[in-house]
């Protein structure tokens, strides 16, 4: 069964920092592309980053382009997302999801939520 | 960077009304195109994918069709479990994967 389980999310100041994580289990992690979607409350699904399936192509949303960065250990079966100078409009449940190069996104985890504020 | 339009936001209707949600793009991306429902605090759901393909396990009664830049899912006949945001996105290693803004059906 494919699971994909976001962990690292909470509360952060405005401009600190946090690391979120994508535990991937029942699938070939090192075949797929993955993805990271964000909802802030009451809002809908943005799609913040990607990166290819060994890790040497990468891909960002104009919104957090020079402050989040996404990698992946295939070794550890996990994605992560650094985020840096985060801001309140960065409050949101962040998702991950899988893709192949050029497909939907047919699993996704159950989010982790970040809540930037002071 | 390509643009996803949903209409409407907001779509009130009944147990048993086929419903039409439309998707534009704001140049064509093929049939790259898919379609998604979200219910409050869970992960969005595949419906729909390359236009106008079903997910396994998704009912009939859920459609797409399209192609271009426009786009619709239709669901012929709708159940209570189908009240929802659904949103579309579009999806290709090039352009990126954008959503749309999502539309909510509600109960009328």
């Known amino acids: 069964e494919v699971q994909l389980v976001e962990s690292g999310g909470g509360l952060v100041q405005p401009g600190g920092s946090l690391r979120l994580s994508c535990a991937a289990s029942g699938f070939t992690f090192s075949s797929y592309w993955m993805h990271w979607v964000r909802q802030a409350p009451g809002k809908g699904l943005v799609w913040v980053s990607r990166i290819n399936s060994d890790g040497s192509s990468t891909s960002y949303a104009d919104s957090v382009k020079g402050r989040f960065t996404i990698s992946r250990d295939n070794a550890k079966n996990t994605l992560y997302l650094q985020m840096n100078s985060l801001r309140a409009e960065d409050t949101a449940v962040y998702y991950c999801?899988?893709?192949?190069?050029?497909?939907?996104?047919?699993?996704w985890g159950q989010g982790t939520l970040v809540t930037v504020s002071s | 960077d390509i643009q996803m339009t949903q209409s409407p936001s907001t779509l009130s209707a009944s147990v048993g009304d086929r419903v039409t949600i439309t998707c534009r793009a704001s140049q064509s991306i093929s049939s790259w195109l898919a379609w998604y429902q979200q219910k409050p605090g869970k992960a969005p759901k595949l419906l729909i994918y390359k236009a106008s393909s079903l997910e396994s396990g998704v009912p009939s009664r859920f459609s797409g069709s399209g192609s271009g830049t426009e786009f619709t899912l239709t669901i012929s006949s709708l159940q209570p479990d189908d009240f929802a945001t659904y949103y579309c996105?579009?999806?290709?290693?090039?352009?990126?994967?954008?959503f749309g803004q999502g539309t909510k059906v509600e109960i009328k």
């Open positions: 999801a899988r893709t192949l190069e050029a497909t939907p996104m047919e699993y």
């Open positions: 996105q579009q999806y290709n290693s090039y352009w990126g994967w954008t």
